[in-house]
């Protein structure tokens, strides 16, 4: 349906002093910072996790050496969505109009419409992924889960109890990212890199994040946290989280939380002979999502 004169009444008449509505700031490319960026040409992607081997054995005298198989353990696949809106404007109504071009009116705020949605699917699989929710990683679990499947059992990238964000909770979430292990039980050198926090968790982080000295006792004690540089990133807001008390730590665990782009965004404009409307369209392909469950850790609070 075309936007035609009935909707613009106010801008066909004189004495009109302003429009408003249409120039909020907003906030953009949050998702940058929780995901890495990759093209794709294809209309899904796959990513397989291998599992190498496990421990060596002590090879008695004589004896013949034990072998070892390696294995492929789960698929994480990436579909890419089309987003896609439009608008249409009647040959009248960009007639009648005293105030101002419609067209470069709407095609911003179409602009704003796409940019908003990439920020709220982006910010889906935290969203989602908490225990019992239903987005799931490639290996068939909740993104974020205390029993995520292994060769050699499992492991975990959520609080075994969980927590909400204070000086006790960001430390055992430190100590369980230290302690995650691969596909085979062993050990691997994973490291915190930043805390993405709702806005509501803005002014405790930045408390825990800076401060020198413990915060909120009365003790001499240094900051741990602060003074051994544990989230070298430190912490950024995201304001499309849902869940107020949840916090989420990327790791620099390589292959975690992915944004595959198959089409950019684009937009086209064209006029119908017929009736003389204007159509705008923006369009462009991609999708969130996760390969390594262990390059992210969440606590979805108390």
């Known amino acids: 349906m075309a936007i035609s004169r009935n909707q613009l009444v106010k801008e066909l008449e004189p004495g009109l002093n302003a429009l408003f509505g249409l120039e909020y700031k907003q906030y953009e490319q949050e998702h940058a910072e929780i995901y890495t960026t990759e093209s794709s040409d294809r209309a899904f992607e796959e990513e397989v996790m291998l599992s190498g081997f496990s421990q060596a054995q002590v090879k008695p005298e004589g004896a013949g050496v034990t072998y ?82 292994t060769i050699a059992g499992t492991f975990s990238n959520t609080l075994a109890t969980a927590a909400d964000l204070n000086e006790t909770s960001l430390e055992q979430s430190m100590i369980d990212i230290a302690a995650l292990t691969d596909e085979r039980g ?24 800076k401060s020198s000295q413990r915060v ?69 392909r991609y999708v969130f999502g996760v390969s390594d469950p262990r390059g992210i850790f969440a606590s979805p609070g108390a």
């Open 186 to 209: 062993l050990k691997i050198a994973a490291k915190a890199v930043k805390m993405i926090i709702p806005s509501a968790l803005q002014f405790t982080a930045e408390r825990l994040m």
């Open 216 to 284: 909120g006792t009365a003790d001499n004690d240094i900051n741990a946290l602060v003074s051994m540089g544990m989230v070298p990133g430190g912490y950024t807001v995201n304001h499309y989280l849902t869940d107020t008390d949840a916090f989420y730590i990327t790791t620099d665990v390589p292959n975690g939380m992915k944004h595959m782009e198959r089409a950019p965004l684009t937009t086209k404009m064209e006029g119908d002979f017929d009736t003389g409307n204007v159509r705008y369209k923006a369009r462009e």
């Open 68 to 149: 070892d198989s390696a294995q492929e353990t789960f698929t994480a696949r990436y579909t890419h969505e089309t987003i896609a809106l439009g608008f249409a404007i009647t040959e009248e109504a960009i007639e009648d109009n005293l105030y101002d071009r419609l067209a470069s009116r709407y095609t911003k705020a179409l602009a704003r419409s796409m940019a908003q949605t990439k920020q709220v699917k982006a910010a889906a699989p935290l969203n989602n992924g908490l225990p019992g929710l239903t987005f799931t990683s490639g290996d068939g679990v909740s993104l974020f889960n205390t029993a995520h499947p």
